[in-house]
């Protein structure tokens, strides 16, 4: 199985900050990577798709980015709405396998 | 509008077996790859199953956690996606969400569009 990593487990930011988040995957899985927006107690939403595809309506402060086995989703300037938990997914193979999540707080 | 809304979650006793069923609507539901993924009581997310499309002849994929015991299908005539879960352990306590597949270039993610769950418990 790919093992997804990513880091940090959780970052404090404050609005109008920059926010780099890491996503590591145990081998390469070329771009199938996506990256989903989970805020407490709702479904996920799917943000970007093969590495640096933004999703349909999603703004373009999300910035995804890499390929292989290094990826990073960047929100160039953090809005209040953006304080929530973001997954990384690889869909190179089966079993498909998300990141354990990062955690963006309000500093 | 697309909405996939699950049911059939609740609580069940280990050993024990429970049906979900998710209905899609707003989009050709019969073309796409539909997954089930699962959440923790405040964990993060697990990928549990995956059925394809008619032209892939509904072929399925699983986790190594619920292979054997979970299956995955679908009844197009009705967009509704099904999973069937038995010999139930107390680690399957999660929430269930369906996820419609997006497929690009060759491969498919998973949560293109997300129901919005439902809870099954494990517990005696």
């Known amino acids: 199985d790919i093992q997804m990593t990513q880091s940090p487990s959780s970052v404090s930011a404050s609005v109008g900050e920059r926010v780099t988040i890491t996503c590591r995957a145990s081998q390469g899985v070329s771009s199938f990577l996506a990256w989903f927006q989970q805020k407490p107690g709702k479904a996920p939403k799917s943000l970007i798709y093969a590495a640096s595809s933004l999703q349909s309506g999603v703004p373009s402060r999300f910035i995804g980015s890499g390929s292989g086995t290094d990826f990073t989703l960047t929100i160039s300037s953090l809005q209040p709405e953006d304080f929530a938990t973001y997954y990384c997914q690889q869909y190179k193979s089966y079993p498909l396998t998300f990141g354990g999540g990062t955690k963006v707080e309000i500093k | ?124």
Not at chain 2, 67 to 85: A, E, H, N
């Open chain 2, 1 to 124: 509008e697309v909405q996939l809304v699950e049911s059939g979650g609740g609580l069940v006793q280990p050993g024990g077996s429970l049906r979900l069923s998710c209905v899609g609507s707003g989009f050709s539901f019969s073309d796409h790859y539909m997954d089930w993924v699962r959440q923790a009581p405040g964990k993060g997310l697990e990928w549990v199953g995956r059925i394809r499309d008619k032209s892939k002849s509904y072929t399925t994929e699983y986790a190594a956690s619920v292979k054997g015991r979970f299956t995955v299908s679908r009844d197009d005539s009705k967009t509704s996606l099904y999973l069937q879960m038995n010999s139930l352990k107390t680690e399957d306590t999660a929430v269930y969400y369906c996820a419609r597949g997006n497929c690009i270039g060759g491969s498919c993610f998973a949560g293109f569009h997300w129901g919005l769950g439902t809870l099954v418990i494990v517990s005696s």
